[in-house]
C-alpha cells in the first residue's frame, strides 16, 4: 500500500513543463534552493549505482551571458530552419517559444549544468545506454523537484553546438561531457496544463513489436 497522493505525484509529473516564457527574469534563485535539488535529484538510479556525475550552478552574470551568446548563435540558425517542425500549432508555439528563450538566455537568472565524467561518443549502444541512463534520470528529477518549489526551469541542449567553448569558459576538463543546460527561475503566472501526449496504450505494444494494447 503507497502512502503517497497519487493526486499532487501525477500532477507534478504530468504538468512538469519545460518553462521558457513564464520564466521570472526579475527574481533570482538562491543557490541554497538549488543544492537542495540536487540533492534530491541524486537519489536518481545509476548504472551500478556508481556516482560519476557533477553539477555545475552558474551564477555570474559575465559568464551567464557569455553562454548566453553561444547559445543564441548556435540556436538561431537551427531554429529559422526548423519551418519544417511547424505542422501544426503546438509545434510552432515550441518554435516560438525556444526562439525567445535562445535570445533572452543571457539574462537568465542562474544556470544548471549536468555533467559524467568521460566521452561516450564513440561507444557502443550498450555503453551508450548505460552511460546517459546513469545521469539523464536526475535531470528530470531535478526539474521536477525544482517545480514543486515554484521553480521553472527548461531541457536544452542548444549550447553543445559550442561544447567545448562553454567548457573552457567553465574549466570544464575535456574528459567530462555536459549532459545538457538548464536555465532555471521562478515561473510566473498560474499552474500548468497536462502536458498533451498519445494514450499509453496506443504507443505500448505487448508481447512483441507490432500490436498495441489498444489494438487487443
Ligand atoms: C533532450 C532534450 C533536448 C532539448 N533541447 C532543447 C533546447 O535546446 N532548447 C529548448 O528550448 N528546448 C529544448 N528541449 C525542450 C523540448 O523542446 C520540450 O520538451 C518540448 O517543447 C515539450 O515541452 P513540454 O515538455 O513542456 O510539453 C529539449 C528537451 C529534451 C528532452
Known amino acids: ?33 538549488l543544492l537542495e535539488c540536487i540533492d534530491v535529484a541524486s537519489r536518481a538510479p545509476m548504472g551500478s549505482n556508481v556516482e560519476r556525475n557533477k553539477w555545475l550552478i552558474v551564477e555570474d552574470r559575465d559568464t551567464i551571458a557569455a553562454i548566453g551568446g553561444y547559445y543564441l548563435e548556435n540556436a538561431r540558425p537551427y531554429l529559422n530552419q526548423s519551418d519544417a517542425f511547424r505542422d501544426d500549432d ?27 565524467y568521460d566521452r561516450v561518443e564513440d561507444a557502443g549502444v550498450e555503453h551508450q545506454a548505460g552511460w546517459y541512463g546513469s545521469v539523464l534520470p536526475g535531470v528530470w528529477s531535478f526539474q ?8 521553472g526551469s527548461c531541457w536544452t541542449t542548444l549550447h553543445l553546438g559550442f561544447e567545448a567553448e562553454v567548457g573552457a569558459l567553465l574549466g570544464i576538463p575535456d574528459s567530462v561531457t555536459q549532459v545538457c543546460l538548464l536555465p532555471v527561475g521562478y515561473y510566473t503566472g498560474e499552474g500548468f496544463f497536462v502536458t498533451p501526449r498519445r494514450p499509453a496504450a496506443e504507443i505500448t505494444f505487448v508481447d512483441r513489436w507490432g500490436a498495441t494494447a489498444a489494438d487487443l
Not at 525567445?100 to 549544468?113: F, G
Open 144 to 151: 521536477l523537484a525544482l517545480r514543486s518549489r515554484g521553480i
Open 90 to 116: 503546438r509545434q510552432s508555439r515550441v518554435v516560438d517559444s525556444a526562439m525567445y528563450l535562445a535570445e533572452r538566455m543571457h539574462e537568465v537568472p542562474a544556470m544548471v549544468i549536468p555533467m559524467r
Open 1 to 33: 500500500m503507497s502512502d503517497f497522493d497519487l493526486e499532487q505525484t501525477d500532477r507534478l509529473l504530468q504538468t512538469t513543463k519545460q518553462v521558457r516564457k513564464r520564466l521570472d527574469f526579475d527574481r533570482s534563485v538562491p543557490r541554497e534552493v
